[in-house]
């Protein structure tokens, strides 16, 4: 299976938070998820920790390599701009991933969240996403018991196969 390309000062193990979810479901379309999972103004429809995603640069509505955007999630204001992005083709699993940051000086946090679809054998699809995290922030949020990156981004996994069936 594919895995996630870390960038360096973001490699798991080596960050201050780290977070990983996946599903594995049949019979899902990719296409579906692709176009739910690169629309951020689709995000607040299927994941309720999402809001008020906007383009810059009258970029949009679909993520693309380079882009820079805003949304909200948990509670932090996150500007980010796409560093990874490959549509999916047939043989070929979707990838796109972007850097976020929110905050200044020692309050301010780092991100590198990547996602992967792809087509597994028997009409399977698999959806993963990876998230590291840098600053203080990060560090609390790796203290908090249950964590509540692999939770809200169980949440959305959750959310996205939900729509996507629908």
């Known amino acids: 299976m594919t895995s996630i390309q ?9 960050s201050d938070n780290f977070c990983s979810n996946e599903v594995i479901v049949a ?3 990719i296409d579906k998820v ?7 103004a689709e995000w607040s429809g299927y994941y309720a920790n999402s809001a008020h995603p906007r383009f810059y640069e009258e970029r949009g509505p679909m993520l693309a390599l380079g882009d820079r955007f805003y949304f909200e999630t948990f509670g932090f204001p996150v500007e980010a701009e796409v560093v990874e992005y490959i549509a ?3 043989g070929q699993a979707g990838r796109v991933a972007w850097h976020g940051w929110a905050g200044e000086g020692a309050e301010r946090l780092n991100v590198h969240h990547a996602w992967i679809v792809e087509e597994l054998s ?9 998230e590291t995290q840098q600053g203080e922030p990060a560090k609390a949020l790796a203290a908090t018991v249950p964590n509540p ?13 939900s729509a996507a069936r629908a």
Request: glycine share 10%; no cysteine; hydrophobic share 50%.
């Open 122 to 130: 028997a009409n399977r699809l698999r959806i993963l996403t990876q």
């Open 34 to 40: 692709w176009a739910l999972l690169v629309t951020p």
């Open 6 to 14: 870390w960038p360096a000062g973001y490699v798991p193990g080596f």
């Open 27 to 29: 019979n899902l379309s």
């Open 88 to 90: 999916p083709v047939a």
């Open 149 to 161: 990156m692999i939770n809200g981004h169980q949440e959305w996994l959750d959310g996205l196969v």
